[in-house]
């Protein structure tokens, strides 16, 4: 194991708690832009596509956001895939991580259902690496 392993792989755990955060600020800008919208009085079309048009602006670069913070995230989680895989980096938390993540990231299609499944197959495969089991000393009778 390199010493930027460690580093590696907590960055990019870390790293996944951007997706919720993105999603959080996502909600709070749209219903910033749709609590703007105010169409009392307006009889005039050019007024109401105005108001329409703004609205959809701030909603595309809520949208905007949010795509760069799961490229991010994405880049990210494949820094742990190389400290976990290519660096062999082997810690109990890495090991539950890979697994209650990819298990969540299987259920994101079609992005996250390769990584995720990769991360299941992979710490399942190598659990033995992950988690030592306690040997258990076993008698021997004649």
Not at 43 to 60: E, Y
Request: net charge positive; proline share 5%.
């Amino acid at each position: 194991m390199k010493k930027t392993a460690p580093y590696l792989a907590v960055f990019g755990a870390a790293s996944q708690t951007l997706i919720p955060i993105g999603i959080v600020v996502l909600q709070m800008k749209f219903q910033a832009a749709v609590a703007k919208i105010d169409l009392s009085g307006a009889s005039d079309p050019k007024h109401v596509i105005s108001i329409t048009n703004a609205t959809i602006s701030q909603m595309r670069s809520a949208s905007d956001f949010l795509f760069w913070i799961f490229g991010c995230a994405l880049v990210a989680l494949t820094l742990f895939i190389v400290s976990i895989t290519r660096l062999r980096y082997r810690r109990k938390w890495a090991f539950w991580f890979a697994c209650i993540y990819g298990g969540c990231l299987t259920c994101i299609v079609p992005l996250g259902t390769p990584f995720g499944l990769f991360l299941l197959v992979y710490a399942l495969i190598h659990r033995q690496e992950f988690v030592p089991s306690a040997s258990v000393p076993t008698t021997l009778t004649a």
